[in-house]
C-alpha cells in the first residue's frame, strides 16, 4: 500500500497536467489504449491512479464495498458487462468515492444522478446514463483482472484519463 501513497505524494499537481496523447506518444510500447467509447459525468475530466477492479451484472453492492475500502488515490475499473439496463453508480457513491478521495471510477455500464457527479471532485467514466437503479444482491467479482475495451484491466497496475480517452500502464508513469 505504500506505493499508492508514495505515488500521489510525488505526483501532487501533476496529476492533472498530463495529457493521454502524450504519454502515447512516448510509452506507446508499453501502453494499451481503451477502444470503448465512454462519457464523463465527474467533474474531474482527468484523472490517473492505481486500477481497483469489479465485475458484476446489474448489481452494485460490491461496487459500494469497493468504494469504501480501495486505496486513496485509487480508480475503481467497474465490469459492469456493458449492460444499459440500470446505473451502477449515482450520487451517493460518487459521494463516498470524493470523500474517500479516489481519483476516478470507470465503468462498463451506465451511471444515474449525472448532474449530482458533475459537481462531484473525482473523474468518472461511463457507456451511459439512465435513472434505474441496480439490484442488491451482492453478486459479482473484486480484485480480478477484467476484459473490455479490447484492454486487460490489472488490479494494481495504472490507468490516466482524459477528454481523449483512456490508457493503461502497468507501471506510473508521471
Same mark, same amino acid.
Given at each position: 500500500?505504500s506505493?499508492y ?6 505526483? %501532487?499537481?501533476?496529476?492533472m ?17 481503451? =477502444?470503448? @467509447?465512454?462519457?464523463?459525468y465527474?467533474k ?9 477492479t469489479? =465485475?458484476?451484472f446489474?448489481?452494485?453492492?460490491? *461496487?459500494k ?9 485509487? !480508480?475503481? !475499473? ?19 468515492a470524493?470523500?474517500?478521495?479516489? @481519483?476516478?471510477v470507470?465503468?462498463? %455500464? ?13 473523474? !468518472?467514466?461511463?457507456i451511459?446514463?439512465?435513472? *434505474?437503479?441496480?439490484? =442488491?444482491?451482492? =453478486? %459479482? ?7 473490455f %475495451?479490447?484492454?486487460e484491466?490489472?488490479?494494481?497496475h495504472y ?6 480517452? !483512456? ?8
Amino acid at each position: 500500500m505504500s506505493n499508492y501513497k508514495e505515488y500521489y505524494i510525488i505526483l %501532487g499537481v501533476k496529476e492533472m497536467t498530463f495529457k493521454t496523447a502524450d504519454l502515447w506518444d512516448e510509452f506507446n510500447e508499453e501502453l494499451q489504449a481503451c =477502444k470503448l @467509447a465512454f462519457h464523463s459525468y465527474g467533474k474531474n475530466k482527468r484523472f490517473s491512479g492505481p486500477i481497483a477492479t469489479v =465485475k458484476v451484472f446489474e448489481d452494485n453492492v460490491l *461496487v459500494k464495498e469497493a468504494l469504501q475500502s480501495v486505496p486513496k488515490g485509487s !480508480v475503481l !475499473v467497474v465490469d459492469g458487462g456493458g449492460s444499459r439496463n440500470c446505473a451502477l453508480l449515482g450520487d451517493r457513491l460518487g459521494e463516498i468515492a470524493q470523500n474517500r478521495e479516489l @481519483a476516478g471510477v470507470i465503468i462498463n %455500464g451506465c451511471a444515474r444522478d449525472t448532474a449530482d457527479l458533475a459537481e462531484l471532485e473525482i473523474g !468518472v467514466l461511463a457507456i451511459g446514463s439512465i435513472p *434505474v437503479k441496480s439490484k =442488491k444482491e451482492g =453478486k %459479482g467479482e473484486r480484485d480480478i483482472v477484467l476484459h473490455f %475495451g479490447e484492454v486487460e484491466w490489472v488490479p494494481g497496475h495504472y490507468v490516466y484519463a482524459d477528454e481523449d480517452g !483512456v490508457v493503461l500502464s502497468p507501471r506510473p508513469l508521471v
